[in-house]
T-cell receptor, first 116, second 114 residues
């Protein structure tokens, strides 16, 4: 079965530190890739997405992610985090299955806490 | 300007009861979804409707019955609630059911079964 793995369940950083959150998926075919963020008490919001083209994707709020097909990875990065980045981050995949329906498969999430 | 809205936001009920959660989107999308987020924050799709037709039905107990009266609404009815149904339920919508179309999420409904 398709799955998405996020290696870090909890990450604690100080402000201005650099961030990299790992994401790997198990599906071998064509995929579309997403990172969503869930701020405390809020709903999921899209940070960035990859469909095709340049494997380095820029998102909102200074986030970026790199798709490395050979490693089945889509890691999220930010060079300098802020306290307001404290949130839960979810990697998600839509595998190109027959029927082509838009079924998001989520990783377990990474809780990021940024200390001032 | 709420894009995807859900009611109620919080729902506390006893085991064995039947309850419904409503979802509405004003984005003009024709595909809607229900996701369940458990206590460990793990998100899993339950159902998806495209133009009022069920297109995704994951392994969900048949106590859960989605209903889509029109493209803008997807309600979730749960019969005989169990303790394990306690979770946050998120509704989402997208423009079409095609791969990669961004899904917009509602604020969630926190269901607590006592």
């Amino acid at each position: 079965a398709q799955s998405v793995s996020q290696h870090n369940h909890h990450v604690i950083l100080s402000e201005a530190a650099s961030l990299e959150l790992g994401c790997n998926y198990s599906y071998g075919g064509t995929v579309n890739l997403f990172w969503y963020v869930q701020y405390p008490g809020q709903h999921l919001q899209l940070l960035l997405k990859y469909f095709s083209g340049d494997p380095l994707v820029k998102g909102i709020k200074g986030f970026e992610a790199e798709f490395i097909k050979s490693k089945f990875s889509f890691n999220l990065r930010k060079p300098s985090v802020q306290w307001s980045d404290t949130a839960e981050y979810f990697c998600a995949v839509t595998p190109n299955l027959s029927g082509g329906y838009n079924k998001l498969i989520f990783g377990a999430g990474t809780r990021l806490a940024v200390h001032p | 300007d709420t894009a995807v809205s859900q009611t109620p936001k919080y729902l506390v009920t006893q085991m064995g009861n039947d309850k419904s959660i409503k979802c509405e989107q004003n984005l003009g999308h024709d595909t809607m979804y229900w996701y369940k987020q458990d206590s460990k924050k793990f998100l899993k799709i339950m159902f998806s409707y495209n133009n009022k037709e069920l297109i995704i039905n994951e392994t969900v107990p048949n106590r859960f019955s989605p209903k889509s009266p029109d493209k803008a609404h997807l309600n979730l009815h749960i019969n005989s609630l169990e303790l394990g149904d306690s979770a946050v339920y998120f509704c989402a919508s997208s423009r079409g059911g095609s791969l990669g179309n961004e899904q917009f999420f509602g604020p969630g409904t926190r269901l607590t079964v006592l």
